[in-house]
T-cell receptor, first 114, second 114 residues
Framework: KAGVTQTPRYLIKTRGQQVTLSCSPISGHRSVSWYQQTPGQGLQFLFEYFSETQRNKGNFPGRFSGRQFSNSRSEMNVSTLELGDSALYLC?????????????FGPGTRLTVL | AQKVTQAQTEISVVEKEDVTLDCVYETRDTTYYLFWYKQPPSGELVFLIRRNSFDEQNEISGRYSWNFQKSTSSFNFTITASQVVDSAVYFCAFPNETGNKLVFGAGTILRVKS
């Protein structure tokens, strides 16, 4: 089975721009979660999608949004980028939208905001 | 509140040494799951193990072993005969109170020198 894939792997943007990251889950997995990883804050939960619905959301501003498509692929969008948004964005998929299910992570998208 | 503590920020060992990574958790739940992930320099979080609170048997997988002790709320991870390829950041993770997201510890950086 193919693992979780994320595109692009690297992005460089400037302040004020917006960015869209993509995640394709493992085949058969319908839950997709997004995490932000920074040296200062560690791994922080952004949101989770299941059956095209956002089920949970972390403590992030409204500039961070996402969606899920009928094939379970997910995108996250960050608008009006700030320098502090520079991070590794990790996507994880699981069969069910419950954190007791094992989440399998993709390679991440490293976003640099200049 | 659920909490995961990895007190060891960084550990350096010489190849072939055994090393134990500590993880201490706090919960009021009687049923829960614990996870370990490895993050090599490439950035991808690699799933290592999931344990439920009903099973306190130690688990061994090759050079990896896990010691789960409910009495001390610890879920420690031991690498036997460490290798340079074991160099990575290791995270312990635990579902939050509502079980809708994973809470990660701060991670332990393991450096294995040849």
């Amino acid at each position: 089975k193919a693992g979780v894939t994320q595109t692009p792997r690297y992005l460089i943007k400037t302040r004020g721009q917006q960015v869209t990251l993509s995640c394709s889950p493992i085949s058969g997995h319908r839950s997709v979660s997004w995490y932000q990883q920074t040296p200062g804050q560690g791994l922080q939960f952004l949101f989770e999608y299941f059956s095209e619905t956002q089920r949970n959301k972390g403590n992030f501003p409204g500039r961070f949004s996402g969606r899920q498509f009928s094939n379970s692929r997910s995108e996250m969008n960050v608008s009006t980028l700030e320098l502090g948004d520079s991070a590794l964005y990790l996507c994880a998929s699981s069969f069910r939208p419950r954190s007791i299910d094992t989440q399998y992570f993709g390679p991440g998208t490293r976003l640099t905001v200049l | 509140a659920q909490k995961v503590t990895q007190a060891q920020t960084e550990i350096s060992v010489v190849e072939k040494e055994d090393v134990t990574l500590d993880c201490v958790y706090e919960t009021r739940d009687t049923t829960y799951y614990l996870f370990w992930y490895k993050q090599p320099p490439s950035g991808e979080l690699v799933f290592l193990i999931r344990r439920n609170s009903f099973d306190e048997q130690n688990e061994i997988s090759g050079r990896y072993s896990w010691n789960f002790q409910k009495s001390t709320s610890s879920f420690n991870f031991t690498i036997t005969a460490s290798q340079v390829v074991d160099s990575a950041v290791y995270f312990c993770a635990f579902p939050n109170e509502t079980g809708n997201k994973l809470v990660f510890g701060a991670g332990t950086i393991l450096r294995v020198k040849s």
